[in-house]
């Protein structure tokens, strides 16, 4: 069973950049697609990007597309997410997912990390 742990989160100013990792606690990790999905206070969970177990497909959501890349070493069992050009909208606790398909519903990831927070200051 893979357990994701997220790392990376911090207070950035609109504009600025921050880069959010997902370590996995098993060599399995290559075997699973992995996605990013964010929850701001009141707001249900909101899909953000995934990729495929090779990196080669991925998938973003449409409000950040063009601003952040999600990538994936497998060889380091991590997984990144790289957010640029942030905005106060994207202020949320951001979580890693692993799953068997590359999909935009969080119910179809079984493995969930605790988030890491993401404060953009306007």
């Known amino acids: 069973q893979v357990q994701p742990v997220e790392s990376?989160?911090?207070?950035?100013?609109?504009?600025?950049?921050?880069?959010?990792?997902?370590?996995?606690?098993?060599r399995t990790f290559s075997m699973y697609y992995m996605g990013w999905f964010?929850?701001?206070p009141g707001k249900e969970r909101e899909f953000v990007a995934a990729i495929s177990?090779?990196?080669g497909t991925t998938n973003y959501a449409d409000s950040v597309k063009g601003r952040f890349t999600i990538s994936r070493d497998n060889a380091k069992n991590t997984g990144y997410l790289q957010m640029n050009s942030l905005?106060?909208?994207?202020?949320a606790r951001?979580?890693?997912a692993t799953g068997m398909r590359l999909t935009t519903d969080y119910t179809a990831y079984n493995a969930w990390g605790q988030g890491?927070?993401?404060?953009v200051s306007s």
């Open 8 to 26: 990376g989160g911090g207070l950035v100013q609109a504009g600025g950049s921050l880069r959010l990792s997902c370590a996995a606690s098993t």
């Open 38 to 40: 964010r929850q701001a």
């Open 53 to 55: 177990w090779r990196g």
């Open 87 to 91: 905005k106060a909208e994207d202020t």
């Open 94 to 96: 951001y979580y890693c």
């Open 116 to 119: 890491t927070q993401v404060t």
